[in-house]
Nanobody
Framework: QVQLVESGGGLVRPGGSLRLTCTAS????????MSWYRQALGQERELVAG????????KYADSAKGRFTISRDDAKSTVTLQMNSLNPEDTAVYYC????????????????WGQGTQVTVSS
């Protein structure tokens, strides 16, 4: 059974920091690109940051550049989003996403989502 479990969300004041972690199980983690998305109330889900496997290239939404850092630890099957200089516009539910394949003859592309963690930035 595949599980992506997010942790680290919460309430933080403007200018503060949070560190989100997604722990994966049931997948061959090193074969998956990992991303963080967010969805604010009444808005569509949007990509925040992503990190590939192998060479681990990263990409960021313009709103995240310079403030957020995504990283992964394949040994622990985790992906982390370090968020600094948070502002109220960052308030949203943050979702972990995995996209990749299992290998060993199974090369179908699969996508999985976590259940999300709430981040609220407010004074």
């Amino acid at each position: 059974q595949v599980q992506l479990v997010e942790s680290g969300g919460g309430l933080v004041r403007p200018g503060g920091s949070l560190r989100l972690t997604c722990t994966a199980s049931g997948v061959t983690f090193e074969n998956y690109a990992m991303s963080w998305y967010r969805q604010a109330l009444g808005q569509e889900r949007e990509l925040v940051a992503g990190i590939g496997n192998i060479d681990q290239p990263t990409k960021y939404a313009d709103s995240a550049k310079g403030r957020f850092t995504i990283s992964r630890d394949d040994a622990k099957s985790t992906v982390t989003l370090q968020m600094n200089s948070l502002n109220p516009e960052d308030t949203a539910v943050y979702y972990c996403n995995a996209m990749g394949y299992e290998g060993a003859g199974d090369y179908r592309v699969k996508t999985y989502w976590g259940q999300g963690t709430q981040v609220t930035v407010s004074s």
